[in-house]
């Protein structure tokens, strides 16, 4: 019995002491410390912040007109009339209009061509050129959709005229014969910011986690004399254990962390906030638990720091347009489909941005929360796999580095 409690005791030490080691990792590397702290607490703050307003307001544009027809000044009338649009400028030709965009007076600009009205008195479709600084989506968003609304207006406005009705009812239906009345559901300010943001926090989450254990684990590789993942040390020689001890690590950061992603970011900036803290307490524990075990997996495949910002970075915008949440996931092609179940934001995401946006229950999205906690097995299993194998990399390296050091010490006795 006291044989079986010290051993039981020693895997428990040896656990805690690469806790320990790993956590001291962490503080000391600047560059891990920065994806672990400095990047969760600060890039949201600054993403929310750039889209907060939601919705802007009178956007600055300029306006060319080659046209110089009644019409085109009833079209530049109407975007001027609009709330979203300001016409501030008249330019005279196009470079000018480019030379505006270019000094910021202007976000965007109108060209109406010569033969706007022509075409049009003709039966013929016209056209209106829409030229958008396109650095800000909020700006490009209110120009081009002020274009297409004025536009749609003046049609009906030509319809009805040429239907030669005889009262304003058969106008009005001539020009709308179906009324409907659009209200934006889970989005009611039609912004950006409740739009895709939530989703962007969940993802976050996933990616610094991943780069910052990866780049942990080239620090390892770097620091080591043997260039190898896993240190000639007693406790290290248990996969159950690094993997207990690391993940402990990393859980007890992100724990904090993803509780200021996904409760205080949201309310600071007033994005919807529906669920309450059961659902996302029983979502976060397997999204971050299966984040944890995914980037253990890919960061035995990095040999040094760098390569982790290779492997992950350039990634993040392809993995959100896979959730789903910002393209419709009927327009994703399969084959990116199956490529996107293999990372864990995909279910993260779509169940956060059901649960906290969407006001869904759990049994809504218990097909995600189910998929998240495979995701969480199958990682764990694949971590211990990779990791045994390192650990069986290191003793091989040992071995034979032993073993060359003994047929030096008997090759410098015989030549003595």
Not at 95 to 112: C, H, N, P, T
Not at 252 to 277: E, K, N, S
Not at 278 to 287: A, F, S
Request: proline share 4%.
């Amino acid at each position: 019995m006291s044989t079986y409690r010290n051993s039981f005791r020693r895997r428990i030490d040896d656990t805690f002491f690469i806790w320990r080691e790993e956590m001291k990792n962490v503080v000391k590397d600047e560059g891990v410390l920065i994806f672990f702290i400095i990047v969760p607490l600060l890039y949201p703050l600054l993403y929310s912040w750039i889209y907060n307003n939601e919705t802007v307001h009178e956007v600055p544009v300029a306006v060319v007109d080659d046209s110089h027809t009644a019409l085109s000044r009833q079209f530049l009338r109407m975007c001027d009339a609009s709330p979203d649009v300001h016409v501030a400028y008249y330019a005279q030709d196009l470079d000018e209009a480019k030379s505006l965009v270019s000094r910021q007076l202007v976000k965007g600009f109108y060209l109406i061509p010569s033969d706007f009205e022509t075409k049009v008195n003709r039966m013929e479709q016209a056209t209106i050129g829409v030229y958008c600084d396109m650095s800000l989506m909020l700006t490009y968003k209110a120009i081009y959709q002020t274009a297409m609304l004025v536009s749609m207006q003046m049609g009906a406005d030509i319809q009805t005229k040429l239907g030669q009705h005889f009262t304003k009812r058969e106008e009005v239906i001539a020009a709308r014969p179906l009324d409907y009345a659009d209200v934006a559901i889970f989005n009611p300010q039609g912004g950006y910011g409740s739009f895709v943001l939530p989703g962007v926090l969940m993802l976050i989450l996933q990616q610094t986690l991943v780069l910052g254990i990866g780049m942990s684990a080239g620090t390892a590789r770097e620091r080591n004399h043997y260039k190898q993942l896993i240190p000639i040390s007693r406790p290290y020689q248990n996969v159950f254990r690094i993997i207990f001890g690391k993940s402990l690590c990393y859980f007890m950061i992100y724990a904090l962390m993803g509780t200021w992603l996904v409760v205080v970011v949201p309310r600071m900036f007033h994005f919807p906030q529906l669920a309450t803290w059961q659902p996302l307490l029983l979502l976060m524990l397997p999204y971050t638990l299966a984040c944890i075990f995914f980037g253990m997996v890919v960061s035995c495949m990095v040999r040094y720091r760098e390569n982790v910002m290779l492997l992950m970075v350039f990634v993040s915008v392809p993995l959100l347009f896979m959730t789903g949440v910002s393209w419709p996931q009927s327009n994703i092609p399969g084959i990116w489909q199956g490529v996107s179940w293999v990372f864990p934001s995909t279910f993260g995401v779509k169940a956060y941005v059901r649960l906290n946006s969407m006001g869904a229950t759990l049994s809504d999205v218990s097909t995600e929360i189910t998929v998240l906690w495979l995701h969480t097995f199958l990682y764990f299993w694949l971590a211990c796999v990779v990791y045994g194998y390192q650990i069986y990399l290191t003793r091989q390296d040992a071995f034979w580095r032993i073993r060359e050091m003994k047929e030096r010490k008997k090759a410098r006795k015989k030549s003595k």
